[in-house]
């Protein structure tokens, strides 16, 4: 079985591209697991420190030939602000909740949670449904859990 021995990011190379990989955003942090790629073939990725990967990055096998990560497309929801303080006050709430979230410069993307899209409602923010590739901001706390916190206290 071909063995996955590194990764480098997207854009930084231009490797022979064999195959893809589909996978969610909470599918690629990864340090061992075996893939199944699009064409039904398997190859074990074994890294040494745990990898977190995003769209685009190639996976480089042993025999030489590369293998490219593709982000799954995710229902999520699409928040819109007024403006750029508005942006950043909705981001506050929904990183005091702990949510894995896609912050640009216009926008917000977040899992779907019809609890809190009620929330960004009342807040102000414009709310769409959207399906599309999830890349969440690294939390400066990441763990192999992708990001969720199972702590337990009160965010007053």
């Not at 192999?144 to 199972?150: A, F, K, L, P, V």
Request: zero cysteines.
């Amino acid at each position: 079985m071909r063995r996955v021995i590194t990764y480098l990011p997207a854009g930084t190379s231009e490797e022979t591209i064999v195959g893809f990989v589909m996978l969610a955003h909470d599918e690629r942090h990864l340090r061992r697991k075996l893939l199944h790629l699009d064409d039904g073939d398997m190859v074990m990725l074994d890294m040494k420190q745990p990898v977190l990967l995003a769209h685009g990055d190639l996976l480089l096998m042993d025999d030489g030939n590369a293998i490219e990560v593709r982000a799954s497309a995710e229902k999520l929801f699409e928040i819109r602000p007024r403006d750029r303080l508005h942006l950043v006050e909705l981001a506050w709430h929904i990183g005091n909740r702990h949510l894995p979230a896609q912050i640009e410069e216009d926008r917000i993307l977040i899992l779907r949670d019809h609890v809190i899209r009620e929330m960004l409602i009342v807040l102000g923010a414009d709310v769409a449904e959207v399906t599309e590739h999830f890349q969440p901001m690294r939390g400066a706390y990441h763990g192999h859990d992708g990001g969720h916190s199972s702590h337990n206290h009160d965010h007053a």
